[in-house]
């Protein structure tokens, strides 16, 4: 049945996907940052120093051990942010749900209304009609 809110209610309810994906989204991005930081740590600490060598060698494997250790750091900063984000949006889901609620009970309540309306009317002719038989 068709009411003045359901174009509000597919509007909220559009708001809510959105958000629901963009929550979805940022779970992954922080799922994915995770595992390349696990990937990462298993790589720092296969490096080992060599018992022997050049002192070229020594700087070698220490730039490369503190490269992974900014790319973590880099990485976690990024989880951070997300994080971040994750939570506002999650705020931003409570309203637009609290909002689509508000237009769906609206809509209802319209609907309700409507069907009482059409359901008196059809009483107010079924008694109109007993009537007429009555007098014939």
Request: glycine residues 0%; aromatic residues 6%.
């Amino acid at each position: 049945m068709k009411t003045k809110f359901d174009s509000v209610v597919k509007i909220k309810k559009q708001k809510v996907d959105k958000i629901e994906r963009n929550i979805q989204k940022i779970n992954s991005s922080i799922k994915m940052l995770k595992m390349k930081i696990e990937e990462l740590r298993k790589s720092f600490n296969s490096l080992s120093l060599p018992s022997s060598g050049n002192f070229a060698t020594l700087q070698q494997i220490s730039l490369q051990k503190n490269t992974f250790l900014s790319e973590i750091k880099s990485y976690e900063n990024q989880i951070k942010i997300l994080e971040n984000r994750k939570s506002e949006l999650i705020k931003e889901l409570k309203k637009a749900n609290i909002e689509y609620e508000k237009m769906k009970y609206l809509q209802n309540e319209e609907i309700k209304k409507k069907i009482k309306n059409i359901r008196l009317k059809e009483s107010k002719e079924m008694d109109e009609i007993a009537i007429i038989l009555r007098n014939k």
